[in-house]
């Protein structure tokens, strides 16, 4: 019989704080909270009340829209920047790029703060910076045109900043299926941002005669994104939605959270895909439009533009396009996700696949056509946009389930950087350059510059199959990656404590 001054037992000990440090001789990554596509059927207590973690998803949803607009309002009147600034091809393409490059330069410095500090005060720093230069940028003249590409490479430290912690507030937010619709609705603000990008640029040039002014509406509507920001988006704890709120705690170097990537297949393969979609995506939004424009002159439907503002026809009806398949596309790789995860353990690499292949005939299609027909090509433009878009929540739902709460914003940063450093960084430019020295030995004609961007474009069908191809080889590791995951949840490790004194009741057992 227990004495009373026996001593506590260790079942009765209490459960310390979720905890991965140096200190506890765990390999990295081998302590995984839950995650949410893991464990869709578990019930969390949420680390804030629902009310207000939908309200964070709608502002942090309200921004990216607007990323992606100033993003692409430049491609929507870029036909009237190269009047203006009387720049060729490659030297047009430079705009995008050196956004892109400072983009992918600083998102790991924001992914390793993101993983150490307040994310929520790391996005409105980056945010202000992302106001000023945007706006800046509509004001300057005729001959400021390497000024505009310093500015448009100042944008990109805003946008590194959020688009790196963003998701990672999500994460932290909910679990489950939540999470998965969630992620789904703040990644399909990513293509219809970008339509509206052109619509808005295309618009407001064409209202008011001058393209600057189309430069001018995201910085007046992302200082309405700042203040709801400031008030109304909360810096969860790390891994908070999966520990009832308390959060992880772990100590490692930058450098040993590179090493938990790097062996981390289903993530390096996933990012290796994702990198071909955004060098395919990037030279699209940045070149179609123009290539739509040319095509009509080619067949003789419209003249050529002699001076600013040029017909904004084709950016408004890229951009209504871009932004019908991106919802559409979108959710609709999102329920099919959902739908096949518990049947086909591969099912998200594959459906990333399926699109990826699938855009590539479509696309190499488009491009053979637009001489002959402008309708159908924007049928094969739709169903092309329509397959990628299959890729954009579900992407980044493999990143939220195979990387721990404490890597997530250095995970997100190391994949920015790879995917526009490879991927939409370079692109633009190397169409631009591309269909330059193809012009070069044929006469100054619009019908040269048509084929010329046209034979230049066929690089993103074949990166496109390149792509799919990785994320067929994402499908054989992610079963084994998910499940290694799910044994660890189900037994997590804890911090150890000192061994537990034996009760009186052991010792008077022994001493008998």
Known sequence: M?????????????????????????????????????????????????????????????????????????????????KFFDISDSTAGLLQTVFICSFLLLAPLFGYLGDRYNRKYIMIGGLSVWLVTAAGSSFVTDSSFWLLVLLRGMVGVGEASYSTLAPTIIGDLFTGGKRSVMICVFYVFIPVGSGLGYIVGAGCATLTGDWRWALRITPILGLVG?????????????????????????????????????????????????????????????????????????????????????DPTDSLIFGAVTVVTGIVGGSLGTTLSRWFRDKVPN??????????????????ITIFVASASIPATYVFIFLGELLLSLNWAVLADILLYVVIPTKRATAEALQITVLHLLGD????????????????????????????????????????????????????????????VQRLLEDPPQEQGPAPEPSMEMSNKSNE
């Open 425 to 484: 960084a370079g692109s633009p430019y190397l169409l631009g350059a591309i269909s330059d020295a193809i012009n070069k030995s044929k006469p100054a004609t619009p019908g040269a510059g048509f084929r010329s961007l046209k034979y230049s474009l066929l690089a993103c069908p074949t990166v496109g199959i390149l792509g799919g191809l990785f994320f067929l080889l994402t499908s054989r590791y992610i079963a084994e990656d998910r499940n290694r």
């Open 347 to 364: 099912a998200d690499p594959l459906i990333c696949a399926v699109g990826m292949l699938g855009s590539a005939p479509c696309l190499f």
């Open 226 to 310: 700042l203040v709801l920001l400031v008030l109304l988006c909360p810096n969860p704890a790390r891994g908070a939605a999966e520990t009832h709120g308390e959060g992880v705690i772990e100590q490692s170097s930058y450098l040993e959270d590179i090493k938990y990537l790097l062996k981390n297949k289903s993530y390096v393969l996933s990012s290796c895909g994702v990198t071909a979609m955004a060098f395919l995506t990037g030279a699209l939004a940045f070149w179609m439009p123009t290539f739509l424009s040319r095509a009509q002159v080619t067949q003789g439907i419209r003249e050529p533009c002699q001076k600013e503002p040029c």
């Open 2 to 82: 227990k004495t009373e001054g026996s001593v506590t037992s260790l079942q009765d000990r209490p459960i310390p704080r979720w905890s991965l440090g140096s200190s506890s001789g765990l390999h990295y990554g081998s302590f995984v909270n839950s995650l949410a596509s893991l464990t869709p059927d578990a019930k969390e207590k949420p680390a804030i009340s629902p009310r207000q973690a939908h309200i964070a998803v709608a502002v942090l949803c309200y921004i990216n829209l607007l990323n992606y607009m100033e993003r692409y309002t430049i491609a929507g009147v870029l036909s009237n920047i190269q």
